[in-house]
DNA sequence: TTGTAGGCGTTATCAC
DNA sequence: GTGATAACGCCTACAA
C-alpha cells in the first residue's frame, strides 16, 4: 500500500486531495483493523501536542472544579486536553510547574494564579506561547483575560446593603497582589461613593487571603473597632464564612446584627444558616471562554488582545437584612 | 559532537555509561543553551507517554478534588501527568473518553467511574494497559484497587446511632450498580443484625443517584412510612444534605427527632445547622496510593493484584442525639 | 491523484 | 566509552 496516501485520508483536513474511492477503502481498512493513529508521531512531525497547560492555586478551592471543567469540555471540543497543576499560591511551584509543561510542548497556557506581579508573566511573554489569563487581570493588557466584573458586582453588593439602610457598610478585602483582590477593593471604594457613604479607613481590613481563618480574623478586628459597622462586603465567600464564624463567636447574629454579603456563590453555600448572600460568578463559563480565547491564539489568530468580563449576578438571601432601628 | 553521547549523558538511567568528563561537559553545555529534551520524540521511539488517564464521574462533586490533587501530586513525584476525564456517569461518555485517552497513548489508567458491571472493565482488561480501580471494586479481584472500607464505615454509624438508643435506624442506600452503594448497605444490614435490631425492609430506600434530590426523595419517602424511623443512616453527604431539606420541609429538627449520619465528609459539611455527624473519608491518600498502585504496574511490577482498604473514621458532630423519650 | 523521500528528536543496537 | 545508524509513526514537499 501507500502509507502517505493512506495518512491523506485518514486526515480530514488533506482528505479533499485524495479520491473518494480510495478514502473510502482506506477507512473501511482503518476500521477493521482498529487502526489509531499515533498522536505522539504526529505531533512530533507537525510541533503540536493539542495539549495545554492550566495553572490554578488549588483544586480544592470550590471556586476551580467548575471552571475546570469549563475549560475541559471546550477544549475537548476541539481536540485538546488539559494538563491541570496546582501552584498552592507558590511562586517557586508555579515556575517549576510551568517549565515541565513548557518541557512537554503544550500548546498554550491558561493561567488563573498569577499574581499581579508575578515573574511568570515576564516568562510567559519570553515564552512566545500563547497564554491566557483567567480569573486574573494584566493591567497593561498585555495578555487576553476572561474574568468577572469584579468592580460592579462588589458595587451590586454594597448598593443592594445601602438600599437596606445601611450606612456603616465594612469591606474585608482579599489579598492586593491579586487582581480580584484589589479589584473588589475598587469596587467597594466606589459604590460607597456613589451611594454617597463616607470611606471610614476603618472600615476596611485586609486580609492575607482568601481563606476561612484570615476572615475570622479580619472580622473580629471589625467587631473590635469603635463605631461598629452593620454590614460586611466581603472579598469573597471564604472570607464571609470567617465571618459566619467570628460572629457566632462574638455572640452576634446574621443577618439581625450585621448583614454580610459574600462573592462566588460557592457550591453548597446557600445551604448554611442563614444562606448566604453572594454576587454570583459564572464559573463554567468563565472556563469555556479562556478556552475558545486560548483555541483562537493558538490557531493563529493575531487580532488584537481580548479582555473579557463577564457579567456579575446579584443573589439575595437570608444573610442581609435592613439595618436594626437601634443602630 | 555525538548525539548519541549526548543523549546517554541527558538522561540519569543511562548516564552510568558515559565518562564522568564528558557527561560534565554535555551537561554544562545543555546548561548553556536552555536545552530541554523534547518528552515527544522521546515518547515516539520508547513508547511511553508518561502519561495516565483518570476517569472520574464529575470533578465538580467535592469528593474528587481531592483525590485528584492525592493523585497529581504522586504523579508528578514520579514525572508523570494526568489526563482527567468527566463522565457524567455516562456510559458512552465513559468509553469515548477511555478509547480517547488511549488514542493518547496514556501509560495506564485510574477508574473512578466504573459501574460494577460496566463494560469499561472488559475494554480495560482488553487493552492490556495498567489499570487502577480508586473509590470503586471489582469484586473478582481482576483489578487493583484502593478504597475505603465502606462496610466498616456504615458498622461504625449504624452502632453509633444504636449507642444512643436508636432502634428504628433507616438506611437510604446509593446505587446499587457502583460499588460504594452496595457496599454500603451491605455495611448497613449487618451492622444491624449485629446490634441485635430487626432488618426492617421498609426501612430501607434505594437512591438512583448520590445526589441531594434523591436524598429528599428518598427521606420523604421514609417519613411517609407507618413506624417511621429515629435515625437515618445515608449512603453518602449528599443523601444527608437531602434529608436536611426534607426534615426542614416537614417541619421536622434534625436531630431531635431525627438523626441523620452521612458519608464522605464533604468539605464544609461541618458548617451546616447542625454540623453533620458523618464518616470521614480520606480522599487525599486514596489519591496518592491509587497512583502509586497503578506507577508500580506501570513499572513492570507483576506480583499480585492489590486491593486496598483504607480505614475510615467516624465524626460525630451536631446531626446525630440520644433517642428521643417518646419514640 | 498517487508515490517517493526525508525528517521531526530521541534512543537502542551495533560496531569500533 | 563513544560513534554511527536505524527506527519510532507520521506528515509534506516534490516528483511522477
Redesign the interface.
Known amino acids: 500500500m501507500h502509507p502517505a496516501t493512506a495518512s491523506r485520508a485518514l486526515n480530514p483536513e488533506t482528505r479533499i486531495l485524495v479520491s473518494e474511492e480510495t478514502t473510502r477503502r482506506v477507512l473501511a481498512a482503518a476500521g477493521e483493523l482498529g487502526y489509531?493513529?499515533?498522536?505522539?508521531?504526529r505531533?512530533?512531525r507537525t510541533r503540536r501536542?493539542h495539549t495545554v497547560g492550566v495553572l490554578i492555586p488549588?483544586?480544592?478551592n470550590?471556586l476551580?472544579?467548575?471552571i475546570?471543567?469549563g475549560l475541559?469540555?471546550r477544549l475537548?471540543e476541539a481536540g485538546y486536553?488539559?494538563?491541570?497543576g496546582?501552584t498552592d499560591g507558590d511562586d517557586e511551584r508555579e515556575r517549576v510547574v510551568f517549565e515541565?509543561m513548557?518541557?512537554?510542548?503544550v500548546d498554550g497556557f491558561v493561567l488563573a494564579t498569577a499574581h499581579l506581579r508575578s515573574p511568570l508573566l515576564a516568562e510567559a511573554a519570553r515564552a512566545e506561547l500563547p497564554v491566557v489569563l483567567m480569573n486574573r487581570l494584566a493591567e497593561d493588557y498585555s495578555f487576553p483575560s476572561v474574568s468577572v466584573d469584579n468592580e460592579r458586582g462588589v458595587r451590586m453588593a454594597v448598593s443592594h446593603l445601602a438600599g437596606l439602610g445601611h450606612r456603616k457598610i465594612a469591606h474585608i478585602a482579599g489579598p492586593q497582589e491579586v487582581s480580584t483582590g484589589l479589584n473588589r477593593y475598587r469596587g467597594y471604594l466606589s459604590a460607597m461613593a456613589a451611594s454617597g457613604l463616607p470611606a471610614d479607613p476603618g472600615m476596611v481590613v485586609f486580609a492575607r487571603s482568601f481563606s476561612v481563618e484570615e476572615g475570622v480574623r479580619c472580622c473580629r478586628e471589625l467587631l473590635g473597632s469603635a463605631g461598629r459597622c452593620t454590614a460586611i462586603a466581603a472579598g469573597n465567600d471564604m472570607l464571609a464564612?470567617g465571618c459566619?464564624a467570628a460572629l457566632d463567636a462574638a455572640g452576634l447574629s446574621c443577618p439581625a446584627d450585621i448583614s454580610v454579603v459574600g462573592f462566588n456563590d460557592m457550591?453548597?453555600i446557600d445551604?448554611?444558616?442563614p444562606p448566604l448572600t453572594t454576587v454570583r460568578f459564572p464559573h463554567y463559563q468563565v472556563g469555556t471562554e479562556a478556552a475558545q480565547l486560548l483555541l483562537e491564539r493558538i490557531g493563529g489568530h493575531s487580532g488584537p488582545i481580548k479582555i473579557l468580563y463577564l457579567a456579575p449576578e446579584f443573589i439575595s438571601r437570608g444573610s442581609t437584612a435592613p439595618v436594626a432601628p437601634g443602630s
Open positions: 489509531r493513529p499515533n498522536p505522539v508521531a505531533s512530533l501536542s488549588d483544586l480544592n470550590p476551580f472544579p467548575p475546570v471543567r475541559d469540555d475537548a486536553v488539559a494538563l491541570i496546582n515541565q513548557r518541557a512537554r510542548h464564612l459566619y457550591p453548597f445551604l448554611l444558616h
